[in-house]
């Protein structure tokens, strides 16, 4: 089965190759848990496909995508109202085989043409949700491309359990949904007295197409600059003997240097060098697939 990167290598690894094509991931979390900058990621570590990215949240921030090295001119940005609205875009989407990945953000925010008219409610509804989801599903498993749908995780009021959570429509998710990711921050990240990120526990709670679900992964979120790949990269390649790592030492191709920071500074300054460790950290990681 084909697939796309999920824009960070570690976390395809644990799933045993990335996201699906033709499938439906879920990426979910409680608030303020940094699940827009994580799909932002995945379309920039994604240069060759076309995306479309449907902000239902109305709160697209082009500015901060240009800062991120996205070029929107080569993506679909599109502002669905209505549920109704949403599945009309995706199934034209499809039909003209005009994208490789779609991206909804988030369906908590999804409210039908009828919620929309009437003055009585103006949240959406978990059957809403459900049968969007359903209409969804049908789409994208005729279709050559990836749909990964951001949502919430809230606190489950229904539950015995004090501090219960629950995502929305997180049963419907669970039969339609092939990937399930959790995400969570951990850590504040600090530079002097400033916060200027934080780490992030991505948990995989689904993977119908693997055996095991796969491994948490941990990785730096900046705050100005995005999902750390490179110190992503570094950790995989110590931990495969690629980079040789002694201390505060790391070694590679006969180049010492001192300091993990440094080490990532010279991984910036040559896309060469990046991509031969890249290539080799996908060799020995994937070199079953391989054979």
């Not at 409610?121 to 990964?148: F, M, P, R």
């Amino acid at each position: 089965m084909e697939k796309i990167s999920s824009g960070v290598l570690s976390l395809d690894i644990s799933l045993g190759g990335g996201l699906p094509l033709n499938k439906i991931t879920e990426i979910c979390g409680p608030p303020n848990s940094s699940k827009t900058s994580f799909v932002l990621n995945l379309i920039k570590e994604n240069p060759d496909c076309v995306t479309a990215y449907l902000d239902t949240d109305n709160s697209v921030n082009y500015d901060y995508l240009e800062t991120l090295g996205i070029d929107t001119e080569s993506m679909i940005i599109s502002h669905p109202e209505t549920s109704e609205q949403l599945v009309q875009i995706v199934d034209m989407l499809v039909s003209n085989k005009a994208v490789d990945i779609i991206i909804v953000d988030s369906i908590a925010t999804l409210i039908s043409q009828d919620e929309l008219n009437s003055s009585m409610s103006n949240q959406s509804t978990n059957s809403t949700i459900s049968d969007t989801i359903k209409k969804l599903s049908s789409l994208i498993y005729k279709s050559d491309c990836a749909l990964i749908l951001v949502n919430q995780i809230r606190s489950d009021l229904k539950a015995k359990k004090y501090g219960a959570e629950v995502s929305i429509a997180d049963r419907i998710l669970n039969t339609y949904a092939s990937i399930r990711l959790d995400i969570r921050q951990t850590n504040e990240l600090h530079k002097y007295d400033r916060i200027i990120g934080a780490k992030l526990k991505v948990s995989v709670k689904k993977n119908k197409l693997a055996l095991k679900k796969g491994d948490d992964v941990s990785i730096n979120h900046y705050y100005e600059s995005g999902i750390d790949t490179l110190d992503d990269l570094l950790e995989l390649a110590c931990n495969a003997n690629i980079i040789t790592r002694s201390g505060s030492w790391y070694s590679y191709g006969g180049t010492k240097i001192q300091g993990k920071k440094d080490m990532i500074i010279h991984l910036k300054q040559s896309e060469y060098l990046t991509d031969c460790i890249y290539k080799r950290v996908m060799n020995h990681y994937f070199k079953e697939d391989n054979k």
